[in-house]
């Protein structure tokens, strides 16, 4: 399953990525806009061209009422995501990013390919989310499934960062 997004920030890229790589928002983001418990920073590393960090946190997962029966075993109400996120930093113009985040326990993992670039009156995010489920039927339920929730996911995010943006504006 394939989702595309494409974001448009009043900023230039400089000060978009370095919120992007601020370990404080890679925190904030979890607890206070997704939250996440029990947030922990698995392996982290920042170069002058190059940014990862992997960190595990826990997350509720609101089922819909429809969600079948037969797929809720797959899906606990609360799982562990472990999130790894990359960044080239080496070109002045684009930025490039990578995220996988794995879900133990559920069939399915996410990746995540991010570009960052200047462009009129800012920068433009596009974000490029793959859903690879492995187990054919029930994967491809729970990655519909899930497709929303990021979708949703991705939506919050923007707003979120939009907001953190407009702070550090009134800041400066």
Same mark, same amino acid.
């Given at each position: /399953?394939?989702?595309?997004?494409?974001?448009h920030y009043e900023h230039d890229l400089d000060v978009?990525?370095? /919120?992007?790589?601020d370990d404080?928002? %890679? =925190? =904030?983001? +979890? +607890?206070?806009? =997704?939250?996440?418990r029990n947030y922990q920073v698995l392996s982290h590393k920042k170069e002058h061209d190059f940014f990862h960090m992997k960190v595990q946190y826990d997350e509720y997962v609101q089922l819909p009422p429809n969600f079948p029966a037969r797929y809720k075993k797959y899906v606990n109400?609360?799982?562990?995501?472990?999130t790894t996120v990359e960044w080239q930093l080496?070109?002045?113009?684009?930025?490039?990013?990578?995220?996988?985040?794995?879900?133990?326990g559920l069939p399915l993992t996410v990746y995540g390919h991010l570009e960052?670039?200047?462009?009129?009156g800012g920068c433009e995010r596009v974000v490029e989310?793959? +859903?690879?489920?492995?187990?054919?039927?029930?994967?491809?339920? +729970?990655?519909?499934f899930f497709s929303g929730?990021? %979708?949703?996911?991705?939506?919050?995010?923007?707003?979120?960062?939009?907001?953190?943006l407009a702070q550090h504006k009134s800041i400066h």
């Open positions: /399953m394939h989702l595309q997004e494409s974001e978009v990525i370095d /919120m992007l790589l404080d928002y %890679q =925190r =904030r983001k +979890i +607890i206070d806009l =997704r939250g996440g109400i609360s799982n562990t995501y472990i080496d070109d002045s113009e684009t930025k490039i990013g990578n995220v996988i985040i794995e879900i133990p960052l670039k200047n462009c009129s989310i793959e +859903i690879d489920y492995k187990l054919p039927i029930i994967g491809r339920y +729970i990655s519909r929730f990021i %979708q949703q996911s991705l939506t919050e995010e923007y707003e979120y960062n939009c907001l953190l």
